[in-house]
């Protein structure tokens, strides 16, 4: 099991204004678009959430990013929050949503990415159901945005996680 890293910049509500997060732009890109400055800043964020805080080594760079869309925030201090999705199956036009992160947590950032990227998969891909794997402790996040869960739990790098779909109409 991992544990969070409080050193880690956390943010709530009443320290931002509000207005300062719903104003954040959305930056929608292929591989193929980014600069490498936004290439180093996005793989530093992940590398630093998914291998350093959660004490997991795994192979972040799986070959899915050169066909993935990306979407993030970013203020001033770099990268608030990103996530990529991709075709995971084009017969039944599923869409994978997956590397979700939030640099800032408590902000409010997550959820609106996430729902922008639903309308991204179904919009620009035409997905017919969106499909992540969700960590357990981040069920409830998903459920937010009308994910439900959809297997048993399972290991995914030593870490418990389940399957979530999201049909979409």
């Known amino acids: 099991m991992f ?6 910049p956390v943010c709530y509500n009443n320290f931002i204004y509000i207005s300062e997060v719903a104003a954040m732009e959305t930056v929608i890109k292929s591989f193929d678009e980014f600069n490498t400055r936004e290439l180093y800043d996005i793989l530093r964020a992940r590398s630093e959430v998914f291998v350093v805080e959660q004490s997991c080594v795994y192979q972040d760079l799986d070959g899915i990013d050169q066909r993935a869309i990306h979407m993030y925030t970013a203020d001033e201090s770099g990268i608030a929050a990103y996530l990529r999705l991709f075709m995971k199956d084009d017969e039944s036009k599923t869409v994978q949503i997956g590397r979700v992160l939030t640099i800032k947590r408590g902000c409010g950032l997550g959820l609106p990415l996430l729902m922008k990227a639903v309308e991204v998969a179904k ?4 997905a017919k159901t969106v499909y992540l794997e969700a960590q357990v402790y981040a069920i409830g996040f998903y459920e937010k945005a009308g994910f439900s869960v959809s297997s048993e739990e399972f290991l995914e790098d030593g870490i418990p996680h389940v399957q979530m779909i999201l049909p979409l109409g």
């Open 123 to 126: 919009e620009r891909l035409s």
């Open 3 to 8: 544990t969070i890293d409080r050193k880690r």
